[in-house]
């Protein structure tokens, strides 16, 4: 089952802030964030694991509730290369992930 | 360290010709994924590798789609006999080991079936 993300678009001015919520309907072992440009791969952002861990980039937080199998992914301070398509992927069993449709984020200056 | 590679970046394909798309994982990578995006849309897993074996080919549609991780040299995606709907970005990832490890995406082949 595909998780679903929200919102799925955002517009915001330079320095604002936002927040992309990822949710399943079942248990997770692993939440992972990627951010996308149009044209371009996919880039690794953070990936939030069962029991706490987090392995990520400094500059971005977010958050792993297991109980409610919910991630949060924080924007603070946004920059206009904030600007992209932000892509939760979750890991139910084995290593395979499946994506979420996606959060267009676009920041104007 | 290179990232990963895959090539050729596009493709363009007649209708019933068969496309093969490659991609070299990252130095020290034995797992590599394969996912599809369609223009505006999210990605979509298709088959989990390791060398010289399929772990998860749930996502492959069951004709004209194969996929493998030999020994020696890249993992492939084949296509045989596209269509029209075959047309999409085709992404391939790799991770060092299993568990839960980050994925590294390489540039993508974006295939065009005419």
């Known amino acids: 089952q595909q998780p679903v993300q929200s919102p799925q678009a955002v517009i915001l001015r330079e320095g604002e802030d936002a927040v992309i919520n990822c949710s399943s309907s079942?248990?997770?072992?692993?939440v992972h964030w990627y951010r996308q440009k149009h044209g371009e791969a996919p880039v690794f952002l953070m990936i939030l694991l069962k029991g706490g861990e987090q392995k990520g980039h400094e500059k971005i937080s977010a958050s792993f509730n297991e109980k409610k199998q919910q991630s949060s992914l924080y924007l603070t301070a946004s920059q206009l290369s904030y600007s992209g398509t932000y892509f939760c992927?979750?890991?139910?069993?084995?290593?395979?992930?499946?994506f979420g449709g996606g959060t267009r984020l676009m920041v104007k200056p | 360290n290179a990232g990963v590679m895959q090539n050729p970046r596009h493709l363009v394909r007649r209708r019933g010709q068969e496309a093969r798309l490659r991609c070299s994982p990252m130095k020290g990578h034995s797992h590599v994924y394969w996912y599809r995006q369609l223009p505006e849309e999210g990605l979509k897993f298709m088959v989990y590798l390791q060398k010289e074996n399929i772990i998860d080919e749930s996502g492959m549609p069951k004709e004209r789609f194969s996929a493998e991780f030999p020994k020696e040299g890249p993992s492939i995606l084949r296509i045989q006999q596209v269509v029209r709907g075959d047309s999409a970005a085709y992404f391939c990832?790799?991770?060092?080991?299993?568990?839960?490890?980050?994925?590294?995406f390489g540039p993508g082949t974006r295939l065009t079936v005419l």
């Open positions: 990832a790799s991770s060092p080991a299993s568990g839960r490890y980050e994925q590294f």
């Open positions: 079942k248990a997770l072992y692993s």
């Open positions: 992927g979750t890991e139910y069993a084995g290593n395979m992930l499946t």
